[in-house]
């Protein structure tokens, strides 16, 4: 069967047809389009201007849409990884999701998700996952530093409240990107009700986020896993977005932290566990720089200073580059210490490191510390005493050694001083063991004299000696490179000694180079100018040595020189009596003054602290006796880190000046000097004349003509020492090449305008750039700019300039933070470390633009306190709200309008302006309705806005004359009343007036004058306003101190409202504000009273008539009242129960016959739609029929005209 495979059938290309015309068209380089409008021109022209327009417009409005303003690219060359946040309500499938991607990733299953969960995705990503729980205070904080969020939702159940609320807080504090991933979809069996709902789900997701939002569908799961090509395009998409950089993000440093370290003293803390901790952080540093010493706030702990900023080798490091296409399985590197990833464990309070079995199993010589100092102390057997006592020490290489027996050995003895009358402890040495003890003093000051002349005898011996083994011993010098040293501060403190081993690896990294010129540094600094003149003259060479510039011969005969300058300074000092060093003690104290201010004090140690000494890779030294070292003079010129401050003037006395050698050193550095071709002064003033020729002074009127032709500056002389013959050559040649010369001139012009205009087209003439581009452009010239200035500098110095730069590991030690956070310390919420400008750790006024969620369910109460998301920050203030009138003024709001912005003022820390902010009425617990009550931005900085409360003051008339009237009970005191002089008063009915004086009694009282005369019934009202101030509250949320279990129940202070409800205390009402019936007593006016002179002059219609009052009816008019018979009365009760019975039959038959008219009306309405129905139907027929007959008509009336024809 093997051998019987079925070839496929081989593709036949067409060789003729439409397609294959093209296909020939498109080899030979032509296009149909392209023929047919050079055939047919007309045709593709603009057919409607307008049109064009509207085409050419629309174009334009969807370009421009595309455009963003460019920001310049800070990113560094090894960014941070990518920060993943995954969102969705319990119970949808996060942490599955989060497993899943990691191991497509890594090949590597997690357990638990506990913190960060840093990953390496590819050649130049690595990508950090955070699982966001739905507490709010996560939501907010991670919201803050997310660059992708993963939007989970539960297709079965749809969009759930946690959703929304995560996408309002995006969208306050920088909106990242988001993508959506629809889960549990295998729990629909109906293919047509699943693609329902994902319509629907997508166009509600693109509402919230934007036209076109990415939106992944999971379709179900194998082995509690989602399928692996589908996580795999998930992982896809993730590893190649793109990222907008956020304002909030890219002006602020900050760490997504995902290692803690309690540093604090176990002592301190066994002492009193309640005492404030000392804490390290680790995390790979995002945003922008950070500074050492910063101030920086930990969202759901506080603000707190930095007392140490480090960084470390990165944990998670990205591969090296190499041309590949895919990562090995080593480079898949997974770095999560709080998930117990990568072989350490954190507990609360331990750390366990996890070793396999194979590594248990090993001897104890391979485990044992890899530092020197620990493990000479683990395999110390005997005591440092005996050490001391069986040590030898040997001072040069090949000499003999001293034992401790010998050496000189410190003993006591008590001698009776008569004068002081007590026993004095003497130190007694060995030699004076050995002297005769009773000598007298001036006989021991001769015999010192005598030790001390056989003493310089025996040295200059002993020099001898020393130089010749030094010549010996400098041929076998070999030169040991330098390495790089970086704590130098550390052995300055530690002085003269070496250790022998060192608590670090860096400790170990300095050369023997730089312990040499340390030490001689040191010394220097200890010099306090008691040194001998033989110190002086020897140091005196050493300088005259060091200036010249000669080759190894001088070189070896320094280090010979400096080597017997040293052994001569050690016999010396060991020689030397105990009064010498008094002599010439001023000069040597001058000497020393004046060095100390040669010294150059290093700028860039005093700015920057500490500084890492360059280290030459050139420099070599000799080794003497395998205890000294001497460099070579040529070294001191190399330039170092701590070098002479260039803004001192030092007299350079190093050069004479009167060689010429050194004249023509420094030749070249003026005009006159030979430069190089593009510089010289000489070659540029002659390109100028030739390209610019001909000019005139305008000053002077003197022509200046250009030289005509090229000649030889070394033909070129004076014209009185040429000869005749010469000049009658010369004008021959002129002559002869005027014509050659006119047009070289000429050639030369139209070149030179051929170069401008080429210049100007380049500058001008960009084609279809414009200002966006040329933006870009500038941006891109500025993220160069910045990449390159600090290339090829180490880390070490970077970071003392201009910080420790983003996408570095580093290591923040923050001390005096409080207990709770690590006693209650829980991995699963984050820890961000969020960096503060200068002015930024301060607390102020702050006035903002603020309006209520249209879903929140309530509206806002001024001085009800609210926790705000601004910043870095949450934190609990009250805010007073307000609104601006037409006049200026800013009104105190009771409650925030219900569809419309307000202003708030209120008290917390200062933001910069634009600054997004959201707010919050509880935290504790989840809540049925929308949690996020209002959003807003930040206006102002300072208390410029004054808020105004509107007052109403209330008086009562108790005097009233013609417009005039006495109100009392609006004021107290006179003063009160004289500050509102001259204030508009109004009354409930609208009559307005002004107040003018105080009344002496009673107190309070005032005369005002109205428009119209007051009624004693009329109430007074003054309408005032005075200035609120602003509650002082900043209240931070400390959820993180919070127990496990309980950080997202953080209660801060309650309202009003909160705190009656929870005592039991209810309102009791205030009676003036119940609704009352109204009781008005009844008025009764006053008769119009008209004089009779007026009555006289009125017209007969308008005079009052004389109308008589009616009197009583007198009783014989009056009818009298008819009383029924018993028979009577039984008569009319039948005759109305019998017209009731007949009224009600009636208007039952009534009733019954408007039924029946109704019921008749319905079905005569429908017979009448039938019968139009029927005639429209009839109508078409024959309109139909009609129309048939005229087409026959017709067709017949053509046929007989053209027979006729």
């Known amino acids: 069967m093997e051998g019987k495979v079925k070839e496929q059938k081989r593709h036949q290309q067409k060789h003729s047809g439409p397609k294959a015309e093209r296909k020939k068209l498109k080899k030979q380089g032509g296009t149909t389009d392209e023929d047919e409008r050079k055939r047919n021109p007309k045709a593709f022209a603009v057919q409607s201007a307008v049109r064009m327009a509207k085409t050419f417009h629309r174009a334009q409005d969807i370009k421009t849409k595309k455009h963003h303003i460019p920001l310049v690219d800070r990113t560094p060359l090894e960014p941070p990884p990518v920060v993943i946040v995954v969102v ?63 939007m989970l939702i539960d297709a079965s159940f749809g969009f759930e409240m946690e959703t929304f609320e995560f996408l309002n807080i995006c969208q306050v504090h920088g909106f990242p990107r988001i993508m959506g991933v629809l889960t549990h979809l295998d729990s629909f069996k109906n293919n047509k009700t699943l693609r329902k709902t994902k319509k629907n789900l997508k166009h509600r997701f693109w509402t919230e986020v934007y036209q076109g939002a990415k939106l992944f569908y999971l379709s179900g799961m194998v082995y509690g ?16 977005m793109k990222f907008r950089p956020l304002v909030w993000q890219t002006s602020h440093p900050y760490a997504l932290v995902d290692r803690m370290e309690d540093l604090t003293d176990p002592e301190s803390i066994r002492t009193d566990p309640k005492c404030d901790r000392t804490v390290s952080l680790y995390g790979y540093l995002r945003g922008t720089y950070l500074k050492n010493k910063c ?119 008590h001698v009776w001083d008569p004068n002081t009358q007590r026993n ?175 010294a150059a004090p290093n700028l860039r140690k005093l700015i920057y602290g500490s500084v890492v000494e360059a280290s030459d890779s050139e420099d070599e030294d000799k080794e003497l006796g395998g205890l000294f070292r001497v460099s070579r003079p040529h070294n001191s010129t190399k330039f170092q880190a701590n070098a002479l401050d260039c803004s ?78 010469d000049d009658e050559k010369e004008e021959a040649e002129e002559s002869q090449m005027k014509v050659d010369d006119d047009e070289d001139q000429k050639n030369k012009r139209l070149e030179k305008k051929r170069r401008l205009k080429e210049r100007f087209d380049a500058e001008y003439d960009d084609g279809d750039a414009t200002y966006f581009d040329d933006l870009k452009e500038e941006m891109q010239k500025q993220a160069e700019l910045n990449r390159t200035e600090f290339e090829d500098v180490d880390d070490e110095t970077r970071v003392q300039y201009e910080g420790f730069r983003p996408g570095m590991y580093i290591r923040v030690e923050i001390s005096s933070l409080p207990c709770e956070f690590v006693t ?45 998301s601004l910043g870095w920050r949450r934190f609990q203030t009250i805010p007073l709200y307000h609104i601006e009138d037409h006049n200026g003024r800013h009104r105190l709001l009771k409650y925030t309008p219900q569809h419309m912005h307000c202003g708030a003022s209120i008290w917390g820390p200062v933001t910069p302006q634009g600054t997004g902010f959201l707010a919050v009425q509880s935290l504790a617990g989840t809540k049925a309705n929308f949690r996020i009550a209002a959003t807003g931005v930040v206006l102002d900085l300072d208390k410029s806005v004054t808020v105004m409360k509107k007052l109403k ?19 107290n005191t006179l003063l009160e009343v004289a500050k509102f002089e001259g204030a508009s008063v109004r009354t409930v009915s609208g009559v307005r007036g002004q107040i003018k004086k105080a009344l002496s009694t009673p107190l309070g009282a005032y005369r005002a004058t109205f428009e119209d005369r007051l009624l004693m019934s009329d109430i007074v009202f003054l309408r005032s306003w005075y200035p609120v101030s602003v509650p002082q509250l900043y209240n931070p949320v400390t959820s993180l101190l919070l127990p496990v279990g309980q950080k997202d129940n953080w209660e801060g202070m309650r309202t009003l409202g909160q705190l009656k409800h929870d005592l039991g205390i209810r309102n009791n009402p205030n009676t003036d504000s119940l609704y009352k019936p109204l009781v008005r007593g009844q008025r009764r006016f006053n ?24 009197g009583k009816i007198p009783r014989d008019l009056q009818r009298p009242s008819v009383i029924r018979e018993p028979h009577e009365r039984k008569v009319a009760a039948l005759l109305h129960a019998l017209s009731t019975v007949h009224n009600h039959k009636r208007k039952k038959a009534h009733m019954v016959q408007h039924a029946k008219h109704k019921e008749f009306l319905q079905q005569k309405e429908k017979q009448e739609e039938a019968k139009l129905k029927r005639q429209k139907e009839a109508r078409k027929k024959l309109y139909r029929v009609m129309g048939q007959m005229d087409q026959k008509k017709q067709r017949s009336s053509l046929k007989g005209s053209s027979q006729e024809n």
């Open 88 to 150: 969705g309500p319990p119970k949808v499938g996060k942490t599955t999701l989060i497993r899943c991607l990691i191991k497509n990733f890594t090949r590597q299953k997690l357990g638990d998700i506990c913190g960060p969960v840093t990953i390496v995705s590819g050649k130049r990503r690595r990508l950090t996952f955070m699982e966001c729980n739905n507490d709010i205070n996560t939501m907010i904080d991670l919201a803050k530093v997310a660059d992708l969020v993963l």
């Open 225 to 240: 896993e989602y399928q692996t090509q589908e996580v795999k395009n998930l992982g896809r998409f993730i590893s190649v």
């Open 295 to 413: 101030q920086v706030h930990i969202p759901g702990v506080g603000d707190f200073q930095v007392a140490d900023v480090n960084f470390l080798p990165d944990p998670c490091s990205l591969p090296d580059a190499q041309k590949k296409r895919a990562l090995n399985e080593k480079e898949r590197l997974l770095y999560a210490p709080m998930a117990g990833v990568g072989g350490v464990v954190y507990d609360r309070d331990a750390v366990y490191i996890d070793l396999p079995a194979n590594h248990v199993n090993q001897q104890q010589e391979e485990v044992r510390p890899t530092t020197e100092l620990v493990q000479s102390l683990i395999d110390t057997h005997a005591t440092l005493d005996a050490k001391m006592a069986a040590s030898k020490v040997s001072l040069f290489s090949g000499s003999a050694t001293l034992d401790p027996t010998e050496e000189e050995s410190l003993q006591e003895k």
């Open 424 to 598: 004095r402890r003497k130190v007694v040495f060995a030699e004076e063991e050995e002297d005769d003890v009773s000598s007298t003093t001036d006989d021991e000051y001769g015999d010192s004299e005598q030790e001390e002349d056989e003493d310089k005898d025996n040295l200059s011996e002993f020099l001898k000696e020393a130089r010749a083994k030094s010549e010996k011993s400098a041929k076998n010098v070999t030169y040991t490179p330098p390495v790089k040293r970086q704590k130098l501060e550390k052995r300055k403190e530690e002085g003269e000694e070496m250790l022998a081993f060192a608590d670090s690896e860096d400790d170990l990294e300095m050369s023997e180079e730089e312990e040499s010129k340390e030490e001689g540094e040191a010394a220097r600094a200890r010099d306090s100018g008691h040194c001998s003149e033989e110190d002086e003259e020897e140091s005196d060479d050493e300088e005259s040595e060091n200036e010249s510039v000669e080759e190894e011969d001088d070189a070896d005969d320094t280090v010979k020189k400096q080597t017997e300058m040293i052994l001569f300074i050690i016999l010396l000092f060991l020689s030397i009596g105990a009064l010498q060093w008094k002599d010439g003690l001023q000069q040597k104290a001058s000497e020393a003054f004046l060095r100390q201010q040669e």
């Open 648 to 725: 001192r003037f030092n007299p350079d006395t190093f050069h004479d000046w009167d060689l010429e050698e050194m004249l023509n050193s420094i030749r070249d550095c003026f005009v006159t000097g030979k430069w190089e071709e593009g510089q010289d002064a000489a070659t540029l003033l002659k390109e100028d004349e030739e390209l610019y020729g001909d000019f005139e002074d305008l000053e002077t009127g003197e022509i200046h003509k250009g030289p005509t032709e090229q000649q030889d500056p070394a033909e070129v002389g004076p014209v009185h020492q040429q000869n005749d013959e």
């Open 824 to 868: 209650n310390f829980d991995p699963h919420y984050p820890i961000i470390l969020g960096g503060l400008a200068s002015a930024e750790g301060n607390v102020g006024y702050l006035q903002m633009r603020l309006k209520k969620h249209r879903w929140h369910g309530r509206i806002l109460k001024t001085r009800d306190p609210l926790i705000l």
């Open 953 to 971: 003051l209330i008086g009562y008339p108790y005097k009233i004359f013609k417009n005039t009237c006495f109100v009392k009970g609006m004021f």
């Open 1087 to 1110: 008769p119009l009273h008209i004089p009779k002179e007026l009555q006289k002059a009125l017209p007969f219609k308008s005079k009052p008539k004389q109308q008589q009052p009616k």
